[in-house]
C-alpha cells in the first residue's frame, strides 16, 4: 500500500534532521534539538568498510557539534553494521565520548563540544579551596562539593583517556566513574598548581578533563597496610617490611611464597578476609596492566567494603 503525505507533513516529520553531506552510499541519521544532538545511526555499506569512511563522517558530526555547541548523544548499536558493542564503544571513543551520566538523557554515551562551557556541564568549579587532596604524576585530586563521597580527578586528555576506560570496564577493582567532562577556563587550571614534577606531563596545549569518581576510603587501607607490615617482618623474616611489601604487590607471582606464607600466617585472624582481598586486587591489577607501579597511596575500601585501586 503506498501512502502519500503533503510537503508540510514531510517537513513536520524532518523537523530537526541535520543534512550533513556524506557519500551518496552512506547513510547518515542525526537530529537536533535546542540543546543537543542525537547521532542514530551511520550505515557504511559493505564495500566501503575498511576505507575511513566512518571515521571521516565521524569527523564531520563533530566539526557540526563544535560549530553549534551542542553534545551529541548516542547508544552503540550493532543493528547498522557493526560486529560488537564494545567495538563500537573503542570507535566512539576515539572521538571523546565517554559514558553518559545525564539521566534526563537517555542514551548511553555522550561528547561534548570544544566550546561548552562549565556552567552548560557540571560546574567544576565546585570544589572546597582550590587545593588538591592528593596528586600523582599525572593528576591533582580535589574534594567536591556538589557530589557528596566524590572525588573529582583532573588531568590532561592524553593521560586521562588512558585510564578513565579501563576503570569503567573494571568496576570490580577500581572506583565508579560517574563522568568525564571537559576543563576549558585555562584561568582555573593555571589557580591549580602543577607541582614541579608534573611540569613534563601538563602541557599548555592540552585539552584538560575532569572525572568524577567514587570516593575511596584510604585511611581504613593505610592501617591494614600497617598491620601487614608488621605481620610480615615476622612470618616472612625481613628487616624493613614496607619496602618488602613494596615488592611483594608489584611482583606478586616472584614473592607468591610470601603471599603464602602471610596468608597461611593470618588465615584465622580478624584481617584475613582483607588480606585474601587485597592479594586477589593486586593479582587482578597485573592483568588488566602490565608492570603496574603500586604502592600504598592508592588503595582504599568503597561503601560496601570492597578494596579498589585509586590508580594503576
Do not use: C
Not at 21 to 37: Q, T
Not at 51 to 64: L, S
Not at 76 to 88: A, E, K, M, V
Amino acid at each position: 500500500m503506498k501512502i502519500t503525505i503533503t510537503e508540510s507533513q514531510y517537513n513536520k516529520l524532518m523537523e530537526g534532521y541535520v543534512n550533513i553531506p556524506v557519500d551518496e552510499d552512506i547513510a547518515l541519521e542525526l537530529w537536533e534539538d535546542e540543546k543537543k544532538l542525537e547521532l542514530s545511526s551511520i550505515v557504511i555499506p559493505k564495500h566501503l568498510r575498511g576505507q575511513g569512511k566512518g571515521t571521516e563522517v565521524m569527523n564531520k558530526v563533530i566539526e557540526y557539534s563544535d560549530g553549534v555547541n551542542k553534545p551529541i548523544y548516542l547508544t552503540p548499536d550493532t543493528n547498522f553494521g557493526g560486529t560488537s558493542i564494545n567495538r563500537l564503544k573503542r570507535f566512539y571513543r576515539r572521538f571523546g565520548f565517554t559514558k553518559n551520566t545525564d539521566q534526563e538523557v537517555s542514551h548511553s554515551m555522550v561528547r561534548y563540544p570544544k566550546g561548552m562551557n562549565e556552567s552548560q556541564t557540571t560546574n567544576e568549579l565546585n570544589i572546597t579551596d582550590k587545593k588538591a587532596i592528593g596528586y600523582g604524576v599525572e593528576h591533582n585530586i580535589y574534594k567536591s562539593i556538589k557530589y557528596p563521597n566524590k572525588l573529582i580527578k583532573v588531568g590532561p586528555d592524553f593521560i586521562v583517556n588512558e585510564w578513565y576506560y579501563m576503570f569503567e570496564e573494571n568496576p570490580d577493582i577500581f572506583p565508579k566513574v560517574y563522568g568525564m567532562y571537559p576543563l576549558k577556563n585555562r584561568e582555573w587550571i593555571n589557580k591549580i598548581g602543577i607541582k614541579s614534577f608534573q611540569k613534563h606531563n601538563f602541557f599548555d596545549e592540552s585539552e584538560y578533563y575532569y572525572v568524577v569518581i567514587e570516593e575511596l576510603d584510604t585511611n581504613k587501607f593505610l592501617n591494614l597496610w600497617n598491620q601487614i607490615n608488621n605481620i610480615n617482618k615476622e612470618v616472612n623474616d625481613v628487616s624493613k617490611p614496607p619496602s618488602f611489601l613494596y615488592y611483594m604487590i608489584n611482583n606478586p607471582y616472584k614473592y607468591e611464597d610470601s603471599w603464602d606464607n602471610l596468608l597461611d600466617h593470618t588465615k584465622d585472624s580478624n584481617i584475613s578476609h582483607e588480606i585474601e582481598m587485597f592479594y586477589s586486587l593486586i593479582k587482578r591489577l597485573h592483568e588488566v596492566k602490565d608492570d603496574p607501579d603500586l604502592h600504598q597511596g592508592q588503595f582504599g575500601f568503597d561503601s560496601e567494603g570492597v578494596l579498589k585501586a585509586l590508580d594503576i
